[in-house]
Nanobody
Framework: QVQLVESGGGQVQAGGSLNVSCSVS????????IGWYRQPAGKEREAVAT????????AYADSVKGRFTFVGESGTKKLHLQMNNLKPEDTATYYC?????????WGRGTQVTVSS
């Protein structure tokens, strides 16, 4: 059984910082892509920062490079997304996702709102 529970988020002014975290409960899914995604209201969900554990590759969306940092804690099974220099266009619901081959698991999401 897989459970992904996001926390953190909130509202901040442009230029500020926020962290979101995800607690991961997922046995027997060691080889998978895991990471952060976001979905602005009325738009498609997009990848923000993802780690392919099979090859150890970390990828960021171009729009967040240099501002967001993905942090993984294998001991506590938590993921974090540190977000700096936030912009109004970063406003979205942020989701934690786990994707073993052929499967997709999602958390319920946490809202991040950046005001100008």
């Amino acid at each position: 059984q897989v459970q992904l529970v996001e926390s953190g988020g909130g509202q901040v002014q442009a230029g500020g910082s926020l962290n979101v975290s995800c607690s991961v409960s997922a046995n027997n899914y060691r080889l998978a892509t895991i990471g952060w995604y976001r979905q602005p209201a009325g738009k498609e969900r997009e990848a923000v920062a993802t780690l392919d554990t099979r090859v150890g590759t970390l990828a960021y969306a171009d729009s967040v490079k240099g501002r967001f940092t993905f942090v993984g804690e294998s001991g506590t099974k938590k993921l974090h997304l540190q977000m700096n220099n936030l912009k109004p266009e970063d406003t979205a619901t942020y989701y934690c996702g786990l994707h073993p081959p052929g499967l997709n698991f999602w958390g319920r999401g946490t809202q991040v709102t950046v005001s100008s």
